[in-house]
C-alpha cells in the first residue's frame, strides 16, 4: 500500500481558495486517489476520486500531475464550514476489497 | 447514496464489561467491512476486515479475542469489544464496500461509536 505525506495543518480565510498538496511516491499502476474529509467525532466523508490529470465535482477539484507521485486537493471559496481533517489515501482498484490506509491528514482550519 | 449506521453512538460501560456494536449498510449489500479505531487528534487505524460468512483479518497488533467481529449478513457486522478496560476508550468507525459501484473503490463509512469506559 502506498503511503503518502501531506502538510500537518493549514490555516485559510473564508472566501479564499485552499490547495492540499500529498504526495505518494511509490502510488502503483492501479492505484486510484481518493480524498476524505472528517468532521470531529464524526466517519470520513468521500470528497473526490481521480486516476490522472484533473477531476472536478461539485465541492472540490483533484489535480494529478503526469507522475501521479502527488495529487493536489483544490477547494474553491472555503467557509468556516470547511474546517476538518482531510485525508489523501491511495489504493488498488483491482482489489476484492479495498485496505485504506490512513495517513496523518491534513488539518484545515478556515477563519472568519 | 449508501449509506452506513452504526449503533449506538456512544456508550459508557464498566471496565470489565463486555461492548457490542453494529455497523449496517442500509440500501446496499456489503460484502466487505472495516473497522477503525481512532484515538483523539490521531488518523483512522485499521483494525480488522469483515467478509460476509468468512472470519475476520485482523491488522497486526489486533487481538482477535478482545475485538470479536461477526459478519453474518450482507448488510450487518458486529464489533464486540470483550472486557472493556479504560484503554480501549476511543472512537470506533466502520466502513462497508460497495462492489460494482460507479466507482470501484467507493468505501462508505459510518457516523462513528464512542465508546468510554470507565
Known amino acids: 500500500l502506498a503511503k503518502t505525506t501531506q502538510p500537518i495543518s493549514m490555516d485559510s480565510y473564508e472566501g479564499q481558495e485552499v490547495n492540499i498538496t500529498c504526495s505518494h511516491n511509490?502510488?502503483?499502476?492501479?492505484?486510484?486517489i481518493t480524498w476524505y474529509q472528517q468532521f470531529p467525532s464524526q466517519g470520513p466523508r468521500f470528497i473526490i476520486q481521480g486516476y490522472k490529470t484533473k477531476v472536478t465535482n461539485e465541492v472540490a477539484s483533484l489535480f494529478i500531475p503526469a507522475d501521479r507521485k502527488s495529487s493536489t486537493l483544490s477547494l474553491p471559496r472555503v467557509s468556516l464550514s470547511d474546517t476538518a481533517v482531510y485525508y489523501c489515501?491511495?489504493?488498488?482498484?483491482?482489489?476484492?476489497?479495498?485496505?485504506?490506509?490512513f495517513g496523518t491528514g491534513t488539518r484545515l482550519l478556515v477563519s472568519p | 447514496g449508501a449509506v452506513v449506521s452504526q449503533h449506538p453512538s456512544w456508550v459508557i460501560c464498566k471496565s470489565g464489561t463486555s461492548v457490542k456494536i453494529e455497523c449496517r449498510s442500509l440500501d446496499f449489500q456489503a460484502t466487505t467491512m472495516f473497522w477503525y479505531r481512532q484515538f483523539p487528534k490521531q488518523s483512522l487505524m485499521l483494525m480488522a476486515t469483515s467478509n460476509e460468512g468468512s472470519k475476520a483479518t485482523y491488522e497486526q497488533g489486533v487481538e482477535k479475542d478482545k475485538f470479536l467481529i461477526n459478519h453474518a449478513s450482507l448488510t450487518l457486522s458486529t464489533l464486540t469489544v470483550t472486557s472493556a478496560h479504560p484503554e480501549d476508550s476511543s472512537f470506533y468507525i466502520c466502513s462497508a464496500s460497495a462492489p460494482g459501484g460507479v466507482l470501484r473503490d467507493e468505501q462508505f463509512f459510518g457516523p462513528g461509536t464512542r465508546l468510554t469506559v470507565l
Open positions: 511509490n502510488i502503483a499502476t492501479n492505484d486510484y
Open positions: 489515501l491511495v489504493g488498488d482498484m483491482n482489489t476484492g476489497f479495498q485496505k485504506l490506509v
